[in-house]
T-cell receptor, first 113, second 115 residues
Framework: GNSVTQMEGPVTLSEEAFLTINCTYTATGYPSLFWYVQYPGEGLQLLLK?????DKGSNKGFEATYRKETTSFHLEKGSVQVSDSAVYFC????????????FGGGTRLMVKP | KAGVTQTPRYLIKTRGQQVTLSCSPI?????VSWYQQTPGQGLQFLFEYFSETQRNKGNFPGRFSGRQFSNSRSEMNVSTLELGDSALYLC??????????????FGQGTRLTVV
């Protein structure tokens, strides 16, 4: 079946540090890929997405590139802020499976001032 | 416009009881999906409804069921509650299904505690 693997957290960084959260997937075919963020006490919010190979999703300084050859979708940000502290989820979806999302385990990011 | 509304936000139930959770999607959205979030299993897909029909179902026992009404509001029901059903239940609302869809919008969730 389809699966998503993320690096385990927590990831602890100082403000303005560079962030990378690794995400790889296993799937038959070429899914759409997503990063969602969950702030404390909240539901999930879509951060960015990519629907085909070599697409780059970007939002709020975060970026991720769909790499078909390595089945990866790593999340990066050049300079993190304290307000970026949250749990980040990588997910995939196949259109023929409706809106069903398969999520990775989540990575908690803690940014210290 | 209003977001996805889930009620109640918190719920405490006893083993063996049943529970019904409600989700009101964003106005105009016709697809509603449900997820269970636990520390051990992470986020797992329960089911998806579109135009009152269940389109997909995850790997959960028959104690978990759902439905969608003509106004797109959805309910999920868990019967004969077990301690392991304690979780955050998240509802996601989408405009359409398939390639026309853009993204899923999540509610804040219902925190269910089974004692």
């Amino acid at each position: 079946g389809n699966s998503v693997t993320q690096m385990e957290g927590p990831v602890t960084l100082s403000e303005e540090a560079f962030l990378t959260i690794n995400c790889t997937y296993t799937a038959t075919g070429y899914p759409s890929l997503f990063w969602y963020v969950q702030y404390p006490g909240e539901g999930l919010q879509l951060l960015l997405k990519a629907t085909k190979a070599d697409d780059k999703g970007s939002n709020k300084g975060f970026e991720a590139t769909y790499r078909k050859e390595t089945t990866s979708f790593h999340l990066e940000k050049g300079s993190v802020q304290v307000s970026d502290s949250a749990v980040y989820f990588c997910a995939l979806n196949f259109h023929n499976a409706g809106n069903m999302l398969t999520f990775g385990g989540g990575t908690r990011l803690m940014v210290k001032p | 416009k209003a977001g996805v509304t889930q009620t109640p936000r918190y719920l405490i139930k006893t083993r063996g009881q049943q529970v019904t959770l409600s989700c009101s999607p964003i106005s105009g959205h016709r697809s509603v999906s449900w997820y269970q979030q636990t520390p051990g299993q992470g986020l797992q897909f329960l089911f998806e409804y579109f135009s009152e029909t269940q389109r997909n179902k995850g790997n959960f026992p028959g104690r978990f069921s759902g439905r969608q009404f003509s106004n797109s509001r959805s309910e999920m029901n868990v019967s004969t509650l077990e301690l392991g059903d304690s979780a955050l239940y998240l509802c996601a609302s989408s405009l359409e299904v398939g390639p026309k869809n853009t993204e899923a919008f999540f509610g804040q969730g219902t925190r269910l505690t089974v004692v």
